[in-house]
C-alpha cells in the first residue's frame, strides 16, 4: 500500500517537472508582457511583435493557401488545429491547460513566450531588473551575437515549412528586431 502511494506520488511530481527537469512556468500571453514592454522608454517591443507576421501566424493558418496546402498533405483536420502546423505556428502548441495564464491567447501565434521562454515567474520588475535571477525563472537568454538567437529562428524557419523560400538571418532578423533603446 506505502509503496504505491509512494509511486503515484512520484508519477503526479514528475509530471509537473519538465524534460530538462525545471518546473514547468506557466504562458502569460503577449499582452501582459506588454504592460511595460509598449513604452517608448523600455522600446515598444509589444507594438513591434503585433506589426510582425509572428503576431499573424495563427490567422494565416485559415488562409485559402493554409487550406490548400493542408489538403494536399492530406490532413484531416483543419490546420489551425493540427499539430503538424501548429507546432511551428502556435506559441506552447502541446502544453496543458494548467500552464496557459488567463490572458493567454493562442490566437496571437508566434508571441514573446515562443523565443523567451514561459513568463509568469520571471515578469515580476524586481526579478525582471535582475538578468541571473530573471533566468533562474524561466527567461530564456538569447543572443544575436553568440548565435543562440538564428539557431532558434531556424528550428520553425526550414525545409519543413511547406512554404520554406530560404532563411537568411542577416536580412531577417532586421524585421523583427526590438532592442532597448540606449539611453
Ligand atoms: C512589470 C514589468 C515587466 C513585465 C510585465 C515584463 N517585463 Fe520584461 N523587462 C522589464 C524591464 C524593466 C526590463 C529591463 C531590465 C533592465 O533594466 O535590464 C525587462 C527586460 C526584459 C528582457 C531582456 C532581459 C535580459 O536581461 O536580456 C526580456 C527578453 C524581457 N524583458 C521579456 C519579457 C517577456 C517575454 C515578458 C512577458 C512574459 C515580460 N518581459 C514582461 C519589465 C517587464
Ligand atoms: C522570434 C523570436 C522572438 C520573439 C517573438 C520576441 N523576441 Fe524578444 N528577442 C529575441 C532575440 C533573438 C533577442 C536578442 C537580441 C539581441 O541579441 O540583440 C531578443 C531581445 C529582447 C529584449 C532585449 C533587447 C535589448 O536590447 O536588450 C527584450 C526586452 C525583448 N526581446 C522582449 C520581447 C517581447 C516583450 C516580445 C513580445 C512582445 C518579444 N521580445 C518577442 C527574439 C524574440
Ligand atoms: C516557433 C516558430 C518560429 C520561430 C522560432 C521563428 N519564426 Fe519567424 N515566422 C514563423 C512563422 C510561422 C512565420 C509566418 C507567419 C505569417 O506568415 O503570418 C514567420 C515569419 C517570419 C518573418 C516574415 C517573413 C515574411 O515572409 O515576410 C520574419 C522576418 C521572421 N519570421 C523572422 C524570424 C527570426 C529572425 C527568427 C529568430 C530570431 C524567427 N523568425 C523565429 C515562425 C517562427
Ligand atoms: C517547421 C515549421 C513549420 C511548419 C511545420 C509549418 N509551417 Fe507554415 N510557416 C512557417 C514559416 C517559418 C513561415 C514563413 C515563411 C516560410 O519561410 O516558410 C510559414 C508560413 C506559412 C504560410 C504563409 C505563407 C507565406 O508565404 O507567407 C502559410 C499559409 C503556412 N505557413 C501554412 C502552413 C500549414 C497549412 C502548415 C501545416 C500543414 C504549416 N504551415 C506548417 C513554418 C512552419
Known sequence: MRKLTLIAMAIALTST???????????????????????????EQFQKWQ???HSQAMKV????????????????GAPSESPECLQCHETAYDAPAS????????EDGVQCETCHGPGKDYMKMDIMK????AVANGLVLLSVKDGSAEKLCVT????????????????????IAHPVPAN
Open 61 to 76: 493558418l485559415s488562409s485559402p493557401e493554409a487550406l490548400k496546402i493542408a489538403k494536399e498533405k492530406g490532413l484531416k
Open 17 to 43: 517537472i519538465s524534460l530538462a527537469g525545471e518546473p514547468s512556468h506557466q504562458y502569460v500571453g503577449a499582452s501582459v508582457c506588454a504592460m511595460c514592454h509598449r513604452t517608448p522608454k523600455n522600446g
Open 51 to 53: 506589426a510582425s507576421k
Open 130 to 133: 535582475n538578468q541571473k535571477l
Open 99 to 106: 500552464q496557459l495564464g488567463p490572458r493567454f491567447n493562442k
Open 156 to 175: 520553425c524557419h526550414n525545409k519543413k515549412s511547406p512554404t520554406f523560400k530560404g532563411f537568411d538571418f542577416k536580412t531577417m532578423w532586421p524585421q
